[in-house]
């Protein structure tokens, strides 16, 4: 059984959503036996009397998968990808490749459940900037994954623009020259202010929030990360994006609780979320 960590971003009346359950009995190629597993999949709606001053609350699952303990499913993994992820992961070396597999494989497992279709028929595709998305113009569940040496993110919502960025965090070469490309000049400032032992993980917790936010967009870096200036409060939040990309108020973005030594952050085009953080089965029990 997964576990289950709940924050509470906003406080909404809960008449503003619809929940949907399903119940499903699963076994795995190793013949565990069967799990029970119960997924509450929210579908944010509108009150007839609802206006812009008062909107629904989306709700956003974001689970987080080690890679490395998905190895046994490697085989049933490649069989589950398309013909230009199979392609990829051959031209990869041995360890990316094998965690390639994993995080698409394992990615197809969880959108089946929750379109409620065998993970062989789930269908990708990507956009002009090559985000992936589930195929077809029906409006729907949307998804965003990262991933980083043996972690994976997988962020799912209904119908949302959003990105979910993770980082390991390591030593980082030459870092100041690093956070010059990236950091606004107000960041930066705050960033060179800060005692030495804090200024790496400052710089991947800035790092992590304007990946998400570009992922959102679909546009990556070539948007240009210094031009999202972010400011690192509790919650952290937008303080200055290009024009196109709309008013900062209409965007939420979210650390995320992973515990020492990774950082993460989710970001989504509403102004207020409900996150659930959960853990991807590594038992190969719960999922097929």
């Known amino acids: 059984m997964a576990t289950h960590w709940q924050a509470v971003i906003s406080s909404e009346s809960t008449s503003n959503r619809q929940y949907l359950s399903a119940r499903f009995m699963t076994k795995s190629p190793t013949n565990c036996p069967p799990v029970p597993l119960t997924f ?13 001053d008062s909107p629904a609350i989306a709700e956003v699952d974001i689970w987080t998968v080690d890679l490395d303990s ?30 390639f597999i994993a995080t698409r494989g394992s990615l197809r497992r969880l959108l089946g459940r929750y379109l409620n279709l065998a993970p062989a028929r789930v269908a990708l595709e990507y956009d002009p900037h090559g985000k992936p998305r589930l195929a077809g113009d029906a409006p729907g569940w949307s998804f965003n994954i990262s991933h980083s040496d043996h972690q994976a993110l997988f962020a799912v919502g209904w119908n949302l623009e ?18 010059v490309r990236v950091l606004a000049p107000v960041e930066w400032a705050h960033w060179n202010s800060l005692e030495e032992s804090r200024k790496a993980d400052a710089f991947f917790d800035y790092w992590v929030c304007k990946e998400a936010f570009v992922k959102a967009l679909g546009r990556g870096l070539g948007l240009g990360l210094e031009r999202c200036v972010i400011s690192l409060d509790q919650p952290p939040r937008l303080l200055e994006i290009p024009a196109h990309c709309g008013a900062c108020a209409e965007w939420s973005l979210h650390r995320l609780p992973l515990g020492p030594g ?9 102004p207020s979320l409900q996150m ?3 853990e991807f089965p590594s038992d190969g029990c719960s999922f097929s």
Do not use: F, K
Not at 70 to 98: G, K, T
Not at 262 to 270: D, E, H, K
């Open 40 to 52: 509450r999949s929210p579908v944010p709606l509108l009150n007839s009397d609802s206006s812009p």
């Open 276 to 278: 659930n953080l959960l």
């Open 262 to 270: 990774r950082s993460g952050a989710l970001c989504a085009r509403i």
């Open 162 to 179: 959003l990105g979910v960025d993770l980082e390991i965090l390591r030593v980082m070469r030459d870092l100041p020259a690093l956070a």
């Open 70 to 99: 998905q190895i046994e499913w490697e085989d049933y993994h490649l069989a589950l990808l398309d013909s230009a992820e199979r392609a990829r992961a051959e031209r990869s070396l041995a360890i990316v490749r094998r965690r």
